[in-house]
């Protein structure tokens, strides 16, 4: 019996010997596989880096010749050309604003990824009511009005105030472009337990459902004109979505083509 024991005790033995090697060879695959994909990793964010770098110079080098193309064409109208040749420099004209516009879009996006925020205390009643002031004459031309509510009691929090602007700006300017006339839009402020919430609320044609899923995405499929044919690039969404995840915040939506949409975004309260 004892005979029969001490083989067990040494078959086990041996196989747990060769369980310990198995299990280390693994272990050294896994490893091996680890430094292969951290590899990978670092290449690609190398190549992102140098992508982002050649965008942001491609940008700045078209950014002045349409600039000045912009700038003289709108001084062009003004002078004496027959209907035809107006109707032709209107038509540079916007063409060479939307150029503008997308450049700034395309700089602001791959800076965003990038750029360290410089973060400070901010009233965020009066960034709101700052922001809503500067957008109201741009609803007025769709006559829409804009309502504001504001917290209760001022509320500081520690954010990048030029990059908070923008994401409120975007959204507003959102609800104005995707509205009809003589609609209002909602903005409001919610004070919540660790966070501050706001709101942007319109009564405008909505996300379809099959767009829903690609709304945040860069260069999205989901761009459409606004109500009056305004121009959409797909990329404003997506960089408020990368400005509030570097401020731990989050945004979302609820929408549907009958009763328009909400966008909300939060921050965090700064802790005490």
Same mark, same amino acid.
């Given at each position: 019996?004892?005979?029969?024991?001490?083989?067990?005790?040494?078959?086990?033995?041996?196989?747990?010997? !060769?369980?310990?090697?198995?299990?280390?060879?693994?272990?050294?695959?896994?490893?091996?596989?680890?430094? *292969?994909?951290?590899? %990978?990793?670092?290449?690609?964010?190398?190549?992102?880096? @140098?992508?982002?770098?050649?965008?942001?110079?491609?940008? *700045?080098?078209?950014?002045?010749?349409?600039? &000045?193309? %912009?700038?003289?064409?709108?001084?062009?109208?003004? +002078? +004496?050309?027959? %209907?035809?040749?107006?109707?032709?420099?209107? !038509?540079?004209?916007?063409?060479?604003?939307? /150029?503008?516009?997308? $450049?700034? @879009?395309?700089?602001?996006?791959?800076?965003?990824?990038?750029?360290?925020?410089?973060?400070?205390?901010?009233?965020?009643?009066?960034?709101?009511?700052?922001?809503?002031?500067?957008?109201?004459?741009?609803?007025? @031309? =769709?006559?829409?009005?804009? =309502?504001?509510?504001?917290?209760?009691? #001022?509320?500081?929090?520690?954010?990048?105030?030029?990059?908070?602007?923008?994401?409120?700006?975007?959204?507003?300017?959102?609800?104005?472009?995707?509205?009809?006339?003589?609609?209002?839009?909602?903005?409001?402020? =919610?004070?919540?337990?660790? @966070?501050?919430?706001?709101?942007?609320?319109?009564?405008?044609?909505?996300?379809?459902?099959?767009?829903?899923?690609?709304?945040?995405?860069?260069?999205?499929? %989901?761009?459409?004109?606004?109500?009056? &044919?305004?121009?959409?690039?797909? !990329? &404003?969404?997506? $960089?408020?979505?990368?400005?509030?995840?570097? *401020?731990?915040?989050? $945004?979302?939506?609820?929408?549907?083509?009958? +009763? &328009? #949409?909400?966008?909300?975004?939060? !921050?965090?309260? #700064? =802790? /005490?």
């Amino acid at each position: 019996m004892a005979v029969i024991i001490i083989f067990l005790v040494f078959r086990n033995l041996k196989r747990s010997k !060769l369980d310990v090697v198995a299990v280390k060879v693994l272990n050294d695959q896994i490893n091996d596989q680890n430094n *292969h994909l951290e590899y %990978a990793l670092d290449e690609l964010k190398l190549k992102s880096q @140098e992508k982002d770098r050649i965008l942001r110079t491609v940008v *700045h080098d078209l950014r002045n010749p349409i600039g &000045g193309i %912009a700038s003289l064409t709108s001084v062009m109208t003004e +002078d +004496d050309y027959t %209907a035809e040749q107006k109707e032709q420099l209107n !038509l540079i004209k916007e063409t060479s604003f939307n /150029s503008l516009e997308l $450049i700034n @879009e395309i700089l602001e996006a791959t800076n965003t990824a990038t750029a360290k925020l410089n973060k400070e205390l901010v009233d965020i009643n009066a960034l709101l009511s700052n922001s809503v002031e500067l957008l109201r004459f741009k609803a007025a @031309e =769709k006559k829409q009005v804009i =309502k504001l509510e504001l917290l209760d009691n #001022t509320q500081e929090l520690l954010m990048s105030r030029e990059k908070i602007w923008r994401v409120i700006s975007n959204l507003i300017s959102n609800a104005i472009k995707f509205s009809q006339a003589n609609t209002q839009i909602v903005v409001w402020a =919610k004070n919540l337990e660790s @966070e501050v919430q706001i709101s942007v609320k319109d009564q405008g044609i909505g996300i379809p459902e099959k767009l829903k899923s690609q709304v945040f995405n860069m260069f999205t499929d %989901a761009k459409r004109p606004g109500t009056e &044919g305004e121009k959409s690039f797909g !990329l &404003g969404l997506s $960089i408020c979505q990368q400005i509030l995840e570097k *401020h731990d915040g989050r $945004i979302w939506f609820d929408s549907d083509t009958e +009763d &328009g #949409t909400t966008f909300y975004f939060s !921050l965090p309260k #700064t =802790k /005490s």
